[in-house]
């Protein structure tokens, strides 16, 4: 399927300095948009970024009939630009949109978006530490009042030039304080916690508001079972450090396979760290906090990349303090960033370059 450029290049207003660049609010001039009616995904185009126009009964407005993708473009270090693992996002996006009761976008239509989205904006990837973020999202788009699945949807692309998702990592890696939910649960088996539905956000925003006014910049959740094990995040998967063996929760039904996580396990071999998948439940969390048989922890994924945790607060009250950041995720950091940037040999194939370097001098 050709995708017609219709985009307006023009260059950044102001040097992308990535110490500089919040978050999630800059965006690039140009967007990928495609439609979906009568069965077929249709007019796939470069184009302006500008507002939808939406009819108020969109599907997606009422049932929440939205996914969403999240990866990055990474300035390597001869000038070439290249994403991480797409195809591991052109999987997930498939699963979310198939739990979704959604059509799924063909592989080969979300790796051309993602990559020519790079491309017209190569002279928008900041500079290591910094990147381009790309955000496919899928929305139901039919007006219709009436819980069923959509006829009609919309697969659109964003590109936001980004610095570090925590202000508290601006340099690196950095380290953050995460509030531990024993209240509020993000996901329950057989529900939609191992994809990337938009809704799954929605049921922790209250939860996310409380935790920054203890100063925490993220929550860590628990699963559903009597032990309560931990889970995940509401943005990341998190990783601890036992006896020097790195620990993670198994991906399950109500846990994201996120990428970063997969990489960092593959990465942690390579590096002769051991690694396990292992669930820890609130109390033998507690109690190793407490001991110090944990020594380390820290969030992972494309937008935290890996960032230390220097203190885990219950809703009770209690704080435990970690050494962060710690030596392994240190490591660990270094190895994962040396890969994406382009600093260390891609081992396992998983840079995919869109832009060469020749054409950046
Ligand atoms: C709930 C949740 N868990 C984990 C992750 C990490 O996934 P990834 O490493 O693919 O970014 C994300 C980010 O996408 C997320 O939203």
């Not at 260059?11 to 979906?36: R, T």
């Not at 999987?91 to 978006?113: G, I, N």
């Not at 380390?296 to 960032?307: M, N, P, R």
């Amino acid at each position: 399927m050709t995708i017609q450029d219709l985009s307006q290049r023009r260059p950044p207003q102001a040097e992308l300095d990535p110490s500089k660049i919040a978050f999630g609010k800059m965006f690039a001039p140009n967007m990928f948009v495609c439609e979906y009616r009568e069965g077929q995904w249709q007019n796939p185009r470069l184009e302006p970024l500008a507002n939808f126009n939406l009819h108020p009964a969109a599907i997606v407005l009422h049932y929440a009939q939205a996914i969403f993708e999240g990866l990055k473009a990474f300035r390597q270090a001869d000038g070439s630009i290249a994403l991480f693992r797409p195809e591991k996002n052109a999987q997930r996006f498939h699963d979310s949109a198939v739990r979704m009761c959604m059509p799924p976008v063909p592989e080969e239509l979300f790796l051309a978006a993602v990559s020519e989205l790079t491309r017209i904006h190569e002279d928008h990837v900041p500079r290591e530490p910094g990147s381009l973020y790309l955000r496919p999202v899928l929305i139901g788009t039919e007006a219709c009042i009436g819980v069923r699945a959509s006829s009609e949807y919309l697969f659109y692309a964003l590109a936001l030039p980004s610095g570090a998702y925590f202000p508290e990592a601006k340099n690196g890696l950095g380290s953050v304080d995460v509030l531990i939910s024993e209240s509020v649960v993000r996901a329950a088996p057989g529900g939609t916690g191992n994809v990337k539905a938009a809704a799954n956000y929605a049921v922790t925003l209250k939860i996310i508001s409380d935790a920054k006014h203890q100063n925490c910049a993220q929550v860590l959740f628990l699963d559903v079972s009597p032990e309560h094990r931990v889970e995940e995040m509401g943005g990341m998967n998190i990783m601890f450090v036992e006896n020097g063996t790195l620990m993670t929760p198994p991906i399950n039904s109500t846990t994201l396979p996120g990428v970063v996580r997969d990489s960092i396990l593959v990465l942690a071999q390579d590096l002769g760290i051991p690694t396990r998948e292992f669930a820890y439940p609130a109390a033998e969390l507690f109690a190793k906090l407490k001991s110090g048989a944990i020594t380390e922890s820290f969030a992972c994924g494309t937008a935290a990349t890996i960032t230390g945790i220097a203190h885990l607060l219950t809703e009770r009250g209690e704080k435990f303090a970690l050494p962060a950041p710690g030596p392994v995720s240190e490591k660990l950091y270094k190895h994962l960033t040396g890969v994406q940037y382009g600093r260390v040999p891609d081992l396992h194939g998983w840079r995919r370059t869109v832009v060469e370097a020749h054409s950046l001098v």
